[in-house]
Structures are given as C-alpha cells and as structure tokens.
C-alpha cells in the first residue's frame, strides 16, 4: 500500500484553449501544490469524462468548438461532478453574463486580463490549501 503525500493532492481539470496561457495557469497551479490536467479543449475531456475523477474543473468561455458553456453543461449532467466547484475564465466582462454563471452553486468567474494571485485566490476558495 502506497501512503504518498500525493494521495491527497487536489487535481483540477484546466480547459484552455490558448497554449501559452494553459502552460502558464497549469504552473502557478502546480506551484500552488495542485496537479493540474491540462486540454486544449472541450472535446478533448468529454470522450473520457466518465473515468476521470476531479476536484474543480478551470474553463475558458471562449473555446474552439464545445464552449465553456456547454462544456459545463455537460460536466454537470454527469451525477459525480455536479457538486464539483468550476471556475470559468474569460474575457467577456458583460455584467449579465457573470451574474448568470454565478447563480449555479459552486461556479466561479474570473476576467482576463487576470491577475495570478486572483486565480489561486478563487482555487484555495474551493480547495484546500496544499
């Protein structure tokens, strides 16, 4: 039996479909103590959803193909991820848009351009510290 720290480690799906800003996000994260699963899209992570296990998922709204939206969509019709905290990130800044996101339990918003400390802000909002 194996009781290694990394047993406890929140690992948090990351959706984005910009490389450079998936890099960047995946090692402050890491940095953080998380692991992080990066995609560089929706899709990507719908095929295999059903056998991944998380502990909050991290979308951009604006995606190449499936968008944010959607993709929370159907993450949430999954019965083991619909009490997962999700964080979107995004440019759109539109009041309307964010107080809609923000109605679900457990959904967060973040606006680009970002500041690092208010992403790991947000995290450690819904996952321990490591």
């Known amino acids: 039996m194996n009781n290694s720290p990394t047993e406890n480690i929140s690992t948090i799906l990351l959706v984005e479909d910009e490389d450079q800003q ?5 090692m402050l994260l890491e940095a953080e103590g998380y692991k ?11 095929k295999e ?11 951009d709204v ?8 959607t993709f929370f969509s159907e993450v949430r019709k999954q019965p ?7 964080i979107f990130i995004s440019a759109y800044n539109d009041k309307n848009v964010i107080e809609t996101i923000t109605k679900h339990n457990l959904v967060d918003y973040v606006t680009k351009p970002y500041n690092l400390e208010d992403i790991i802000s947000v995290v450690k909002k ?5």
């Open 22 to 26: 998936r890099e960047v996000l995946t």
């Open 36 to 46: 992080v699963r990066g995609a560089s899209s929706a899709e990507e992570v719908l």
């Open 49 to 59: 959803l059903g056998g991944l296990d998380f502990q909050l998922f991290i979308s």
């Open 62 to 69: 604006k995606l190449t193909g499936v968008d944010g939206f």
């Open 80 to 86: 083991r991820f619909q009490n997962i905290p999700f």
């Open 126 to 130: 819904y996952l321990p510290s490591v």
